[in-house]
């Protein structure tokens, strides 16, 4: 029987797929295993099942030479060597597919969130603080027919599209690619990102984390963001400069973030844009519906089974 190492409890559902041709070691934290642990714990495994909160990289895998699959529960796999793997006949998989719609629903949830000032208007009503109605008590700007920059315009940025266009928004994506398909759907443009930048009310990312998309949104580039403008980040944090982002919000460059990622995670509670009412800040929540990840757990189950199989995995990376 194949021996697999599993790096956290997942939805029943994949286990069981994983338990028909495999013997499953599980780690039972609720944190991640420890990288010495999961180090040692693989060494003579035939698969692995990890989350992105693990970091495989070339001496992880050197260390199990029995090692024939990676298959990451995650869409993103940023964590993951993934030349490393391939230099050792390791297959990669990921889960992308199911969770764009999921993920988009959380963007559009930071865009309302942020714009119509929620989670203040929230913590206002709690704090005993509602005194009254009056005009301009909470008022935000308008999600509906504003300027939408997505940056990115993979499947999820096209699910956030989609979503926007049926808030009569004006769409811009910037990508290296066209897409045809938002252009007829939903009259996006193509723009290059600096255009994207000056012209958008609300600017939201989707690309993966890769070396061309780190710190992609610096200095520069908050700085040709209108000042009412606010920022948006659910796919990865290092594609956002923080330090950057928190001195433009400070300074009233732009006018506020919603972020669901972070450069470093789980964010520091001495992070400086935590201090901030115009920040809506999430624990990386993107995929987190209960039928998406029950739905990720199965096709990184399926990814992880097909390898070990020595079979073409259904979403490979490599
Ligand atoms: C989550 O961030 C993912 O990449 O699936």
Not at 20 to 37: C, F, I, N, Q, S
Not at 80 to 87: E, H, I, L, M
Not at 135 to 163: N, S, T
Not at 235 to 253: N, T
């Amino acid at each position: 029987m194949h021996r697999v190492y599993v790096t956290r409890q997942i939805p029943e559902e994949g286990m069981r797929i994983i338990r028909e041709v495999a013997e499953a070691e599980v780690w039972p934290g609720e944190l991640p295993p420890p990288y010495e642990e999961l180090r040692s714990r693989i060494v003579d495994c035939d698969g692995l099942l990890c989350l992105l909160t693990d970091r495989i990289d070339a001496e992880l895998v050197a260390n199990a030479p029995r090692l024939k699959v990676v298959s990451q529960l995650a869409v993103g796999y940023d964590n993951v060597d993934v030349g490393a793997c391939t230099a050792r006949g390791i297959r990669v998989g990921n889960t992308p597919g199911v969770l764009t719609e999921t993920t988009a629903d959380l963007a559009f949830a930071l865009i309302m969130a942020t714009a119509r000032r929620i989670v203040e208007s929230d913590r206002i009503v709690r704090a005993g603080l509602w005194r009254t109605w009056s005009p301009l008590f909470m008022a935000g700007v308008d999600v509906h027919h504003a300027v939408i920059g997505i940056v990115g315009m993979g499947r999820i940025g096209f699910e956030v599209a989609r979503r926007a266009h049926g808030f009569q928004m004006t769409i811009l994506y910037a990508d290296e690619r066209p897409n045809p398909a938002a252009e007829s759907e939903f009259g996006a443009s193509r723009v290059p990102l600096a255009e994207l930048l000056t012209r958008s009310d609300f600017v939201t990312i989707h690309t993966p984390l890769m070396p061309e998309t780190t710190h992609l949104i610096g200095i520069r580039e908050l700085s040709l963001m209108k000042p009412s403008a606010i920022l948006v980040n659910s796919a990865r944090g290092p594609i956002v400069d923080q330090r950057a982002l928190y001195d433009a919000l400070v300074a009233g460059k732009i006018a506020g973030a919603g972020l669901d990622v972070f450069e470093k995670e789980p964010v520091p509670n001495d992070e400086p844009l935590l201090r901030l009412d115009n920040v809506v800040v999430l624990p990386h929540i993107g995929s987190a519906s209960v039928a998406t990840r029950t739905k990720m757990a199965i096709i990184a189950a399926r990814n992880l089974v097909a390898g070990l199989k020595g079979e073409a995995l259904p979403h490979p990376v490599n």
